[in-house]
T-cell receptor, first 111, second 116 residues
Framework: QKEVEQNSGPLSVPEGAIASLNCTYS??????FFWYRQYSGKSPELIMF????GDKEDGRFTAQLNKASQYVSLLIRDSQPSDSATYLC???????????FGKGTMLLVSP | DGGITQSPKYLFRKEGQNVTLSCEQN?????MYWYRQDPGQGLRLIYY???????QKGDIAEGYSVSREKKESFPLTVTSAQKNPTAFYLC???????????????FGPGTRLTVL
C-alpha cells in the first residue's frame, strides 16, 4: 500500500511569516508530486507540482523535492490569513495513472 | 466557461437506496476520477477511467459503480451495499490520465452525501 504522510497540524503562524509544510512518501518510484489547497467545505485546488529534485518557485510558494529522502515540502512566504486552509500532498503512483493523497495539514495564519 | 460540474451539491439518501452522483466536464479531458473524503481524512480513490467505455477500480470500489459512455460524463452510483456512504464525493479529471510527469488533475466542486 503506497503511503503519503503529512502532519495533521494545525500549523499556526503569524501573518507575514514563512509556513513550512512537509510530506513524506513510501513509493520510491514516484515521479510527480502535487500540492493542493482545500478550504473548509470546498474542493481541492492545485497550487503547484514538482517532478525534479530541488526547488520550484511560483510567487509566494516554493516546492522542494528530495527523492533520495522521499520528502517533498511546500514553503509559503509572507503568509496571509487567506492562506488558512488544509494543504494536501499528492503523489503520482509509479506505473499507474493515479494519485495517492496525504490526509492534509491544516494551516492557520493569524493576523 | 470550461470546468467540471457536479450535481447535486447536497444529497440525502435513505438507507437501502441507490443514488447516482453526476460529474460532467467540458475540458476535453481523457481521464476522470472519483474520490471520497471523510472528515479529517485525505482523498481516497473509488474509480477512475482513462478512456470512454473503460474504467478501473480504485482503493475503495466496493459498494460503488460507474459508467463512462461519453467522454464528458462519469456518473457514480452509490449502492445499498456501501455500508457507510456519508461523505464528501469529489470528481476530478486530467487531460491525459497523468501520463506525463507534469499532467495535472483538476477537481469539481463536490457532492456532499448524507444517509438518513
Amino acid at each position: 500500500q503506497k503511503e503519503v504522510e503529512q502532519n495533521s497540524g494545525p500549523l499556526s503562524v503569524p501573518e507575514g511569516a514563512i509556513a513550512s509544510l512537509n510530506c513524506t512518501y513510501s513509493d520510491r518510484g514516484s515521479q510527480s508530486f502535487f500540492w493542493y489547497r482545500q478550504y473548509s467545505g470546498k474542493s481541492p485546488e492545485l497550487i503547484m507540482f514538482i517532478y525534479s529534485n530541488g526547488d520550484k518557485e511560483d510567487g509566494r510558494f516554493t516546492a522542494q523535492l528530495n527523492k533520495a529522502s522521499q520528502y517533498v515540502s511546500l514553503l509559503i512566504r509572507d503568509s496571509q490569513p487567506s492562506d488558512s486552509a488544509t494543504y494536501l500532498c499528492a503523489v503520482r503512483n509509479s506505473g499507474y495513472s493515479t494519485l495517492t493523497f496525504g490526509k492534509g495539514t491544516m494551516l492557520l495564519v493569524s493576523p | 466557461d470550461g470546468g467540471i460540474t457536479q450535481s447535486p451539491k447536497y444529497l440525502f439518501r435513505k438507507e437501502g437506496q441507490n443514488v447516482t452522483l453526476s460529474c460532467e466536464q467540458n475540458l476535453n479531458h481523457d481521464a476522470m476520477y472519483w474520490y471520497r473524503q471523510d472528515p479529517g481524512q485525505g482523498l481516497r480513490l473509488i474509480y477512475y477511467s482513462q478512456i470512454v467505455n473503460d474504467f478501473q477500480k480504485g482503493d475503495i470500489a466496493e459498494g460503488y459503480s460507474v459508467s463512462r459512455e461519453k467522454k464528458e460524463s462519469f456518473p457514480l452510483t452509490v449502492t445499498s451495499a456501501q455500508k457507510n456512504p456519508t461523505a464528501f464525493y469529489l470528481c476530478a479529471s486530467s487531460i491525459d490520465g497523468l501520463v506525463r510527469p507534469s499532467s495535472e488533475q483538476f477537481f469539481g466542486p463536490g457532492t456532499r452525501l448524507t444517509v438518513l
